[in-house]
């Protein structure tokens, strides 16, 4: 999951002035998209020694370090935005995807359980992924709890629908990752995605189909 397209998500959400034009964010994406990270580095680098706090640049060379997997720097970037904007929700939740990615589990989790309480609990995005936090601690009701408060708030975000039928079928609970899959081809017109082409979620949820025909015809032989 490439950082700075959940924070495109959010901008409308949360307010974060834009200080690049556009054209150059689209040069930048460009070269980052085509492997040329130094060359996307330098130009964001050129942003930075104008303006050392802009946001949007930090972003992006969190991003870039965090496409190479240098997670020591993409980690740096985030870090300095925590220290200069403290209690922001934004700069929280990436903070704990790169603490997730470095299986700091514990810590990630405070730091998304700060950013929900920040938001009033109103982030369908913050509560999905602390619902999944819930589920890697074994708190079965509380991880439920969660999603469907995500899905409550946005029943339409294609990854909420796909993580409560996943953590269904882990869950062996059938019967609603059954009802699940329905309402995710019922609605499918209307799904909203980020990141993730609309296709990819349509092969999981087809292998998901696959499994649950499979597990009725083995309780059947049984």
């Not at 870090?79 to 514990?106: G, I």
């Not at 819930?134 to 991880?143: A, F, I, L, P, Q």
């Not at 882990?170 to 309402?183: A, C």
């Amino acid at each position: 999951m490439a950082i700075i397209m959940w924070t495109i998500f959010y901008l409308k959400d949360f307010d974060m002035d834009r200080y690049i034009p556009e054209e150059v964010l689209d040069e930048i994406a460009g070269l980052t998209d085509e492997g040329k990270y130094d060359e996307a580095i330098e130009m964001v680098n050129r942003i930075l020694t104008r303006d050392p706090k802009n946001e949007q640049a930090l972003l992006l060379i969190a991003d870039i370090q965090y496409r190479q997997w240098n997670m020591e720097w993409a980690d740096k970037a985030v870090t300095f935005l925590n220290s200069t904007k403290k209690d922001d929700p934004l700069w929280l939740y990436v903070k704990w995807l790169l603490e997730m990615e470095k299986n700091n589990w514990k810590e990630a989790r405070s730091y998304l359980k700060k950013a929900m309480q920040l938001t009033n609990w109103e982030n369908h995005e913050i509560m999905r992924c602390y619902g999944l936090s819930e589920y890697r601690y074994g708190n079965r009701e509380k991880w439920r709890d969660f999603l469907k408060k995500a899905f409550k708030q946005n029943s339409l975000d294609a990854e909420v629908v796909y993580n409560i039928i996943q953590l269904a079928i882990l869950d062996e609970d059938y019967e609603e990752s059954q009802e699940m899959i329905s309402y995710y081809y019922d609605n499918h017109s209307g799904l909203k995605i980020v990141d993730k082409p609309i296709e990819r979620y349509d092969k999981k949820i087809a292998l998901f189909e696959k499994y649950l025909k499979w597990k009725n015809y083995f309780k059947l032989e049984k």
